[in-house]
């Protein structure tokens, strides 16, 4: 069984709104957007729609041969990706849960359950092997990099890496995994997301340039 990792977007924000799983991402999109309810995501829906728009579907994940603790370790890793990175999700939980809904008492008690817990080696191997060689959408990507142009993630989130690794030294093993990681990539032909970024900051060296020069001319 094939299952998709889905979002769905803002279409005027371009905000990443909602993370989801389906064998069949079309037909779930259509029950999104003609579905009535209280839960938040139909409530942004709902507004949407009252002002003529629809969500913008993305397909962000494919598992193959899925079964469902496969799906669930990906949807939980992109909901927590997303959270990270500021997008303000209508997810009800961190995922895996299959669309079904929890009262607020359950999602508290699973999310003081899950504090300190820490993912198997089995888990991560999985994960690793899935994602080995898989790249995000450049389209995914750009959308991204427009959504969190000049953002920084929230200064809990930071104050919580900091902590996590203070103190913490890399093996000799890491860090030569770490250098030979960073030639790989300084071999490999530039993407086009690379390609932007680089124009875009030449861009802004350029601009700056300019604006000292007449500063110091005038």
Same mark, same amino acid.
């Given at each position: ?97 299959? *669309?079904? !809904?929890? =009262?607020? $008492?359950? #999602?508290? @008690?699973? +999310?003081?359950?899950? %504090? ?50 203070? *103190?913490? !030294?890399? =093996?000799? $093993?890491? #860090?030569? @995994?770490? +250098?030979?990681?960073? %030639? ?35």
């Amino acid at each position: 069984m094939t299952v998709y990792i889905y979002t769905l977007s803002d279409p005027i924000s371009g905000l990443i709104r909602y993370v989801g799983k389906s064998i069949s991402p079309v037909f779930r999109f259509r029950s999104h957007c003609c579905r009535n309810g209280s839960t938040h995501r139909e409530r942004w829906i709902s507004v949407l729609r009252r002002n003529g728009h629809k969500p913008v579907l993305d397909i962000v994940d494919t598992i193959i041969d899925s079964n469902d603790e496969d799906w669930q370790e990906h949807q939980r890793f992109w909901i927590a990706y997303l959270r990270f990175i500021g997008c303000p999700l209508t997810n009800l939980d961190t995922g895996g849960m299959g *669309g079904k !809904k929890q =009262s607020r $008492e359950s #999602i508290e @008690k699973k +999310r003081i359950k899950s %504090l300190g817990r820490k993912v198997s080696e089995e888990t991560k191997q999985k994960l690793s092997r899935a994602h080995s060689g898989k790249t995000i959408a450049v389209e995914t990507r750009l959308k991204l990099s427009r959504i969190f142009k000049g953002k920084s993630p929230p200064p809990e989130h930071m104050e919580r890496l900091r902590m996590i690794h203070k *103190g913490r !030294k890399n =093996s000799p $093993e890491t #860090i030569a @995994k770490m +250098r030979q990681s960073a %030639l790989n990539v300084i071999r490999k032909p530039l993407s086009e997301l690379h390609k932007l970024r680089i124009a875009e900051g030449v861009r802004r060296a350029c601009s700056l340039r300019n604006k000292q020069t007449l500063k110091s001319n005038a």
